[in-house]
């Protein structure tokens, strides 16, 4: 009868047992049997905290919550209510006789571990050898977990020695944790062998080490231990299924991912909610757009509309296919939107270019602070400023990252990389400086993601001794590491050092990409090296195995182009295996210019004037070298070629970096506050490039335009 009340008609109950808990309060554990019962069933029956107050409150009064078991049952529910402070307060007031029953130190480990307080409850074990109590097989999962969350490879290594002195070498739930254990560290070879030696193994323990396997990206591992598994006749379940479908997932096998989910529902295996996220991660990474929504499919089907996390998923993977509105309609449908789901939308816009919008979700997540405990997370941040970056919009990418840091967010990896990158391009040397500080003092400069950023920064910047340095000290530098050193030597003209940096690389076994050889040839192009140019463009066919792309050809053009080689340059335009695009038009029609060649110029122009391409320089360059012959019909029938085709010129622009701001200048901009400051440090450099040997060719600033959309500072120099 009393197990069938309600809480609120069981705690008046309770109160009947007042005189009976009073008799025993000398000695709690000799309370009787039925009456442990009856108050375990009224704690069970608690849906409320303010329920279990009351109930707790009656115990202390009594003195029953003294009692082993029931202390042990109030630490659980403070624990299922998120309140690990409350079962701490019960665990201390647990006398020392109480102690030695394993359960009230097992339910106040189970309440740290399962809330992620895993230090905490190493040292409430610690605690508990050291009294004299020794744990049980509910004892060492837990602490095995909470060290493997840690990641230490060395209290792990104890434990396990640990849990065999304490005879649970056999033991089925210990060494299943111990199996999860070396999953997370990394290390299968143990885990193997473990499992090898077990004598009895559970469907838990299989699936284990698949989910091991996959932990690691290791598809092979995974697929091995699956086959084995059918092959000691075991049914593989539906959780076994989406740990092999995770391990190809994540080892970027998408083609075998959809083939194993062919094959679970050719089967009919029961297809999970976690199996269907899975693969809608694959199909977020793959250029099929249907097999997505195929998957969006199975989901209504499966009744799985509902869960977050495939939703999420879902956003996800209609963002990386550009597919914006179908992600924004899933978006607004889910009620309790969660940091995930924010994070997919402002990243699919962010991914697709329209940082804009990508900006605006971001505004609107912060303004939604008051009403949802959702705030913009280093995911956000990083998301909004990588788009940014990527459109070319520098400064609003390191506006933002101030803001960021006025936020107290911390930057990871991938916001670094992204401010590095616009350093580089906004050549910002002391915010580089800066940001590799932060890199420093908060232990991510031997991230291979930043070292190389911080690599591309320092060369681009011209800090070449610095970016050396960097580059030295990057544990498994990889191809872009070396790739950066070979660019950014590359475009401030030092060849010679660009093709040793490249002997280099390949005598530490490093074989160079196409990118390679991009910088390569366009080093070689800026000072003039054309038989290193041409030797370089024939090793990368024969011996790389390199098939030369669009802009290998562009930079061989401009290698020869630049050379005066205008005949051998054109041979190569007209021997081309593929369609020249504008920059290879371009490149020649520069060469052109540079050397007054008319003859190849109308050749040139007949193509450049069937372009369909958005890029106006060539354009402009065609235009600029009519006018320069005179040919003033000719420069304006290309002009208005260009603007019938809706062309529009972008502003060329300069910046500098001045007391951590970047000023930029640009053709139709009025003119920055301090013009004559300019001046005079234009005049400077104008006394020190004299000093340094360099001929002025005619007035250092000749000419200052002004009008009412633009000033000009044109300044012409030559070097001997």
């Known amino acids: 009868m009393l197990n069938a009340a309600s809480p609120e008609r069981l705690l008046s109950l309770s109160s009947r047992f007042q005189p009976i808990f009073l008799i025993f309060s000398r000695s709690f554990c000799h309370v009787h049997n039925d009456l442990v019962d009856s108050l375990d069933a009224l704690l069970q029956r608690c849906f409320t905290l303010q329920q279990v107050r009351q109930l707790h409150s009656q115990l202390v009064v009594t003195t029953a919550h003294r009692s082993p078991f029931l202390a ?16 701490q307060k019960v665990f201390d007031a647990v006398p020392i006789e109480g102690l030695q029953h394993i359960l009230s130190w097992n339910s106040i480990i189970r309440a740290n571990v399962s809330h992620g307080y895993y230090e905490y409850a190493l040292q409430l074990y610690v605690e508990m050898l050291k009294l ?36 649970f070498r056999n033991h089925l739930h210990v060494v ?49 231990i699956f086959k084995r598994m059918e092959l000691e006749g075991l049914q593989p379940n539906s959780v076994t299924w989406t740990s092999l479908l995770s391990s190809h997932a994540r080892g970027g096998l998408y083609d075998e991912t959809l083939e194993l989910f062919k094959v679970m529902r050719t089967r009919r295996i ?30 209504i089907k499966g009744g799985y509309e509902d869960y977050l996390f495939v939703r999420n998923a879902l956003i996800g993977t209609y963002g990386k296919h550009q597919q914006l509105g179908d992600a924004h309609k899933i978006f607004l449908d889910i009620k309790n939107k969660n940091l995930v789901s924010w994070n997919a939308l402002i990243s699919s816009y ?50 933002l990252f101030r803001q960021m ?45 930043v070292g190389n950023g911080l690599i591309n920064m320092y060369m681009k910047c011209g800090d070449f001794k610095e970016g050396h340095l960097v580059f030295d000290n990057i544990r ?36 160079p990409d196409n990118i390679t050889f991009v910088a390569l040839l366009s080093a070689c192009s800026h000072a003039g090296l054309v038989d290193a140019g041409r030797n370089l463009f024939a090793r990368m066919v024969t011996e790389f195995r390199i098939e030369p792309n669009i802009e ?44 007054r060649d008319t003859n190849i110029v109308e050749e040139t122009a007949a193509q450049i004037l069937t372009l369909k391409s958005q890029i106006t320089g060539s354009f402009m360059l065609l235009s600029n070298i009519y006018a320069a012959n005179g040919r003033w019909d000719d420069s304006a029938r290309v002009r208005v070629s260009a603007k019938t085709k809706g062309f529009k010129k972008i502003p060329g622009q300069s910046w500098i970096e001045v007391r951590k701001k970047v000023y930029t200048f640009a053709a139709g901009n009025l003119v920055h506050l301090g013009l004559d400051e300019v001046y005079v440090i234009l005049e400077g450099l104008a006394l020190h490039m004299a000093s340094e040997n360099y001929k002025i060719s005619s007035c250092f600033i000749q000419q200052c335009v002004y009008d009412q959309s633009e000033l000009l500072l044109v300044a012409n120099f030559e070097a001997h």
């Open 270 to 299: 029961e297809i999970s909610a976690e199996a269907l996220a899975v693969v809608l991660s694959v199909c977020a990474d793959m250029t099929q757009v249907d097999w997505g929504r195929e998957i969006h499919g199975c989901v």
């Open 132 to 167: 004299g109590f020794l744990p049980d097989g509910f004892t060492l999962p837990l602490i095995i977990r909470a060290s493997s969350c840690l990641a230490t490879s060395t209290l792990c290594r104890i434990l396990h020695s640990h849990a065999l002195q304490l005879g």
């Open 176 to 224: 299943n944790e111990l199996l999860g254990m070396y999953g997370k560290l990394g290390r299968m070879g143990d885990a193997c062998q473990l499992f090898d030696g077990m004598v009895v193994r559970s469907l838990v323990s299989w699936n284990t080490m698949v989910s091991g396997y996959a932990f690691n990206h290791d598809a092979l591992g995974a697929s091995r």
């Open 405 to 449: 840091q006025l936020a107290n967010v911390m930057a990871n990896c991938v916001t670094m990389s992204s401010v590095l990158s616009v350093c580089a391009e906004l050549a910002a040397l002391n915010l580089g400086r800066e940001l590799h500080g932060y890199a420093v003092r908060n232990l991510m400069d031997e991230n291979i993601l």
């Open 552 to 595: 290998h050809y562009a930079c061989m053009v401009d290698l020869l182009g630049r050379a005066g080689l205008l005949k051998e340059a054109t041979d190569v335009v007209q021997n081309m295996p593929i369609e020249p695009n504008e920059y290879v038009w371009g490149a020649l029609l520069n060469s052109c210019r540079m050397y």
């Open 350 to 399: 962010a991914e697709s270019g329209l940082c804009d919008e990508a900006y605006a979700v971001f505004l609107q997540m912060q303004k939604s602070d008051g009403h949802s405990p959702v705030t913009p997370n280093v995911i956000s941040w990083s998301a909004v400023i990588g788009g940014f970056a990527s459109k070319g919009h520098g400064e609003k990418s390191l506006e």
């Open 72 to 87: 042990a049952r109030l630490i659980a529910i403070y624990s299922r209510f998120g309140f690990v402070s409350d079962a």
């Open 476 to 511: 498994g530098r990889d191809l872009i590491s070396w790739n950066s050193l070979i660019g950014g030597y590359g475009m401030h003209g030092l060849g010679e050092n660009a093709l040793r940096t490249f002997d280099e690389m390949i005598r530490a076994g490093m074989k």
